[in-house]
């Protein structure tokens, strides 16, 4: 029998999506691929809020399409604009590194979101415009920390700087409020397996005008991820080598899920769920990696266990006892911190499973908690659901 997993991605695939994906062979040069491939980008480019985004889904996953954001609009040499604060963020700097860019890193703590007002004053004083592009994470899920978008695009038009702005949306898009031209977003970079409920398999950018036109000036190396040859292939409703056709048309199904129950709607359900689990950890007397409540991310929580605890245990007797998934702590949080991945298809009940589970781990090792005092807490979030509607 099969629980539903608590990692914050790959997250659980609904049957119907589960369904859409497994489908027979067609012929990708036909206007059946045509058919499939056209609504899933229209989709994708309502999902992110935009009017106006070139789509373009490549065979891959987030990391790849950091790689294309990347090696696309940027040349060896140029300075990008970032901020460490968890496990993410340090793997697109470190990306960048590997491609020869010039990075100005600021160092934050794992549980801070980006400091936009850092980025403000760096911006400000690069009168020269030396950086190209500010890298920024919206959500970070190793912390389960969301940092303030609308805040880069501001800091970047008091300097009246036209750096690139480049955000990782991999754990936020299709699960909390990603708002690309609003924000001013140049590129927007998910993949399949986290808010659009598929498997793992694609990576998913949105391009902003300026985005695509920096591409015929920017001069690291790209073939496969080459954003001219997939924008021209798919202008025909075609792709430049063999299209995973299933991932596509489950990704036409998802949108379509996703804008049926309504994004807001979708939003306010993630919302209601993190309030839920983050009741719990309270209950628990755990606080959680992030230290500002206005940027708790409402698809991932990492909560921090006792010093002196082993918070791998936990995920651990999960896993082997309970049949069920936890994420571990990543980088400097293993082993104290845990993680609920609380984004993609999740409902009121099925997190109370998660966290009825995760209690009895605790129980059973030792942890001074009791029995039913997070599910309660969560409870009392999930009970209240109309009156938090009618509030709304
Ligand atoms: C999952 C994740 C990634 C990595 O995506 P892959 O699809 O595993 O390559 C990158 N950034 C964030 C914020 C993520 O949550």
Request: hydrophobic residues 35%.
């Given at each position: 029998m099969q629980n539903p997993v608590f990692?914050?991605?790959?997250t659980n695939i609904p049957e119907f999506i589960r369904k859409a994906v497994d489908m027979p062979t067609l012929d990708h040069r036909s206007a059946t691929f045509a058919a499939i491939l056209r609504p899933a980008l229209e989709g994708v480019r309502r999902v992110v809020k935009s009017d106006r985004a070139e789509v373009l889904v490549f065979p891959s996953t987030g990391t790849g399409g950091w790689e294309a954001a990347i090696s696309n609009t940027l040349s060896p040499g140029d300075r990008v604009l970032a901020a460490r604060h968890g496990l993410f963020s340090h793997r697109w700097i470190d990306m960048c590194e590997r491609h020869g860019l010039d990075m100005e890193v600021v160092e934050a703590p794992w549980?801070?979101?980006?400091p936009a007002s850092r980025f403000a004053e760096i911006l400000a004083a690069d009168k020269n415009h030396r950086i190209k592009a500010v890298i920024a994470t919206h959500n970070e899920t190793a912390t389960g920390v969301r940092s303030d978008i609308a805040a880069v695009r501001r800091a970047l038009d008091a300097a009246g700087h036209p750096a690139l702005l480049l955000v990782d949306?991999?754990?936020?898009?299709?699960s909390m409020d990603f708002r690309m031209d609003e924000w001013g977003v140049d590129i927007a970079v998910t993949g399949?397996?986290?808010?659009?409920?598929?498997?793992?398999g694609l990576a998913i950018l949105a391009l902003s005008p300026r985005a695509m036109a920096a591409v015929k000036s920017a001069t690291l190396p790209r073939c496969f991820f080459d954003f001219r040859d997939m924008a021209d292939a798919q202008a025909k409703g075609l792709y430049p080598y063999t299209p995973p056709v299933g991932l596509l048309n489950g990704l036409h199904v998802a949108c379509n899920a996703l804008l049926h129950e309504g994004l807001e709607a979708v939003f306010a359900r993630h919302r209601r769920i993190a309030d839920g689990v983050r009741a719990a950890a309270s209950a628990w007397g755990l606080p959680l990696c992030a230290d500002d409540p206005a940027t708790y991310s409402d698809t991932v929580s990492a909560i921090r266990t006792p010093?002196?605890?082993?918070a791998n245990l936990l995920v651990h007797r999960a896993a082997t006892v309970y049949g069920t998934f936890f994420g571990t702590g990543l980088g400097q949080l293993s082993g104290r911190a845990f993680r609920i991945g609380h984004l993609g298809s999740m409902t009121d009940a099925m997190a109370l499973s998660g966290i009825a589970t995760i209690e009895m781990c605790m129980a059973d090792l030792g942890l001074p908690i009791r029995l039913g005092s997070g599910v309660a807490a969560a409870q009392d979030v999930y009970r209240h659901r109309d009156a938090m509607r009618a509030a709304a």
């Open positions: 990692i914050p991605g790959p549980g801070a979101a980006l949306g991999v754990s936020s898009i299709g399949s397996q986290k808010g659009f409920m598929l498997p793992p010093d002196g605890f082993d």
